[in-house]
């Protein structure tokens, strides 16, 4: 690897989890990009030596961001970071509309990538993207980075064996065209990321109730809950329980899950103190939206502790004001402690 140290730039760097995992691995990240202005304070809050550049990268021209950045073309020690916004290909079965407009983006990522050939390129999002890698552009993606002599590493991994307590399955993409030796980050099976050892009473998280608000920057504000909620939460088994308990109850039980006792088991679950978290979503604050209830307490996951699990220090500070926009940015976000693990294998490249 050259000697010179790395910097990178971050497309689509939303509140920043990629930038401040390859900061940590100590690659300098130059500036992030993304079209969303809400994330701008928080990203520039927590990467103090990294630049927001609010721009639409469908729009954003080449000279843009030289200039903005300093960048030149060939670099053989710059990285081009593209996680792009992924609900489009996601193999979650949702109303698709208004992920539609977002879901060529890889393609536009390709452009920036074709025009400054930078010495290594990296891609993290749903797996659905490599199932799908005809519709969505990551072949012909693929076929680009080898037409420039870019050997390419892929696959789908899975978060919770590089340091998060997920079950987050994530395709990832290493490209370089200086080094050929690349490889994905070795899978660290023989640990286990658990629950336990990221929230709860243990980890500083005190005990809180459904709806509190927590006006200092730890964040440790929990949803609201309907008073049925409350019941339903109340009445399920705690450290992993399930609907069962009061699925039978004709004013308790869920209208669509009436007769259907074992469809989609984890709605209104609670998560299990010795398993990974379930994947963390843009709604994990909601009881109602997947396994997302607190082991113990009768609620819904915090902002903080939703943050924790994607690994995010207890110091990154959330700027924006509406906890519904920061539950989405959080779990929108790469995993710091991922990047980091990508970031390093960078670096370590012989």
């Not at 010179?4 to 401040?20: E, H, P, R, V």
């Not at 000279?63 to 489009?88: A, H, M, R, W």
């Not at 990296?122 to 680009?144: C, D, Q, T, W, Y």
């Not at 939460?233 to 004709?250: A, F, P, Q, V, Y």
């Amino acid at each position: 690897m050259p000697g010179d140290k790395l910097k990178a730039i971050d497309f689509f760097c939303s509140i920043g989890g990629m930038t401040y995992g390859f900061t940590k691995a100590g690659i300098d990240v130059i500036a992030g990009i993304d079209i969303d202005h809400s994330c701008k304070e928080t990203y520039e809050y927590n990467n103090k030596n990294s630049k927001f550049i609010e721009a639409d990268i469908k729009e954003y021209t080449f000279e843009d961001l030289k200039k903005d950045t300093g960048i030149n073309e060939n670099d053989d020690n710059l990285v081009f970071i593209g996680c792009s916004p992924c609900q489009y290909w996601s193999i979650i079965k949702t109303d698709k509309t208004k992920s539609e407009k977002t879901k060529n983006l890889l393609t536009d990522f390709q452009r920036f990538v074709e025009h400054f050939k930078p010495g290594y390129v990296v891609v993290e999002n749903v797996p659905g993207i490599m199932k799908r890698e005809r519709e969505s552009g990551l072949a012909h993606f693929v076929e680009v980075l080898q037409k420039y002599d870019y050997t390419v590493v892929k696959d789908v991994l899975n978060a919770n064996y590089y340091g998060v307590p997920q079950t987050r399955r994530r395709f990832t993409l290493i490209a370089s065209r200086t080094n050929k030796g690349i490889f994905l980050p070795k899978p660290d099976k023989n640990k286990k990321y658990l629950i336990k050892n990221f929230i709860g009473e243990q980890n500083g998280f005190p005990k809180i109730k459904a709806g509190h608000t927590d006006k200092t920057k730890f964040k440790h504000s929990s949803a609201g809950l309907s008073q049925n909620n409350l019941k339903r939460i109340k009445l399920t088994k705690k450290n992993g329980g399930t609907r069962e308990k009061w699925g039978k109850d004709e004013n308790l039980q869920i209208d669509a899950y009436k007769g259907k006792d074992y469809s989609f088991r984890n709605v209104y679950g609670r998560m299990s103190w010795d398993k990974p978290a379930p994947t963390i979503t843009t709604r994990f604050n909601s009881l109602s939206n997947g396994r997302f209830g607190h082991p113990e307490e009768n609620r819904a996951l915090s902002l903080r502790e939703g943050a924790m699990l994607q690994t995010f220090p207890k110091s990154y500070d959330f700027k924006e004001k509406s906890m519904g926009k920061i539950a989405r940015q959080i779990g929108n976000a790469v995993p710091p402690e991922l990047a980091k693990r990508i970031a390093e294998q960078l670096i370590n490249i012989d």
